[in-house]
């Protein structure tokens, strides 16, 4: 048996947590075994990785500089591998990540400006080899996606407080990176309903051959 790696990306609130649940629902009733997991985080250490990533530091006068917030993700990233989605993966099961490498290109990159070649370098020492075979990028303008954040849970994390301009960015980042990698990417409009974004995707999936696991 085959096990996959599928990732979800897109700017906050876009829905890919949402998704990724109907998704395994459906994955499961058509008797995949399915793992779901999330970036940052997924493993132990990971998920204490998490933390510092998404909150804010208490000192007024210390931020994360953009450079550790790269090295930090990875950090989580290597746990994550090691513990949860390699033997996953080894074992034939079907992975959906919410969020994986291309967040850090995009957030680490355009986001905060490192310079691509570095993330590159880093995103290949930590995936090896291993690459997702199926990246959904849900789509939709940061506007609405912040707000559906906010209607949820007050979208208060260190990158949902970032300025629109920030996520102006993201959001070209991640068409680029469909633009850049169709075969491995798809682009998802997330703004339809959430039954609507699930159909499409379940297309998109069953186009890789469920049959076959
Ligand atoms: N297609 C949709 N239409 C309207 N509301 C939606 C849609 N998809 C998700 N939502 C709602 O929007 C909010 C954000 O969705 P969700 O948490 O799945 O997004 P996310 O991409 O995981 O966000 P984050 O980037 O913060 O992790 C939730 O309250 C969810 O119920
Ligand atoms: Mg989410």
Request: hydrophobic share 35%.
């Given at each position: 048996m085959a096990g996959r790696l599928i990732t979800f990306e897109g700017g906050e609130g876009c829905g890919?947590?949402?998704?990724?649940?109907?998704?395994?629902q459906?994955?499961?009733?058509?008797?995949?075994?399915v793992v779901t997991t999330r970036e940052p985080g997924g493993s132990p250490l990971a998920?204490?990785?998490?933390s510092?990533?998404?909150?804010?530091?208490?000192?007024?006068?210390?931020?994360?500089q953009p450079l550790t917030e790269l090295l930090l993700m990875s950090a989580a990233r290597c746990q994550h591998l090691a513990y949860t989605i390699q033997p996953a993966h080894a074992a034939?099961?079907?992975v959906l990540c919410d969020r994986f490498h291309d967040s850090t290109w995009v957030y680490q990159g355009h986001g905060r400006g490192i310079e691509p070649v570095v993330i590159a370098t880093i995103n290949r020492l930590v995936l090896g080899t291993l690459l997702p075979d199926l990246t959904l990028v849900l789509d939709i303008s940061p506007e609405i996606g912040l707000q559906r954040a906010r209607d949820r849970d007050?979208?208060?994390?260190r990158f949902a407080r970032e300025e629109l301009l920030f996520h102006q960015r993201i959001r070209q980042g991640f068409l680029d990176l469909v633009e850049q990698q169709p075969q491995r990417c798809c682009l998802i409009?997330?703004?339809?309903?959430?039954d609507q974004v699930a159909e499409r995707i379940w297309s998109r999936v069953?186009?890789?051959?469920?049959?076959?696991?």
């Open positions: 890919k947590t949402t998704q990724i649940a109907l998704l395994s459906r994955l499961q009733r058509a008797g995949v075994t998920e204490q990785l998490r510092l990533l998404l909150h804010a530091l208490p000192s007024t006068t210390e931020t994360i034939g099961q079907w007050g979208g208060n994390d409009d997330a703004s339809q309903s959430v069953e186009e890789m051959g469920i049959g076959l696991c």
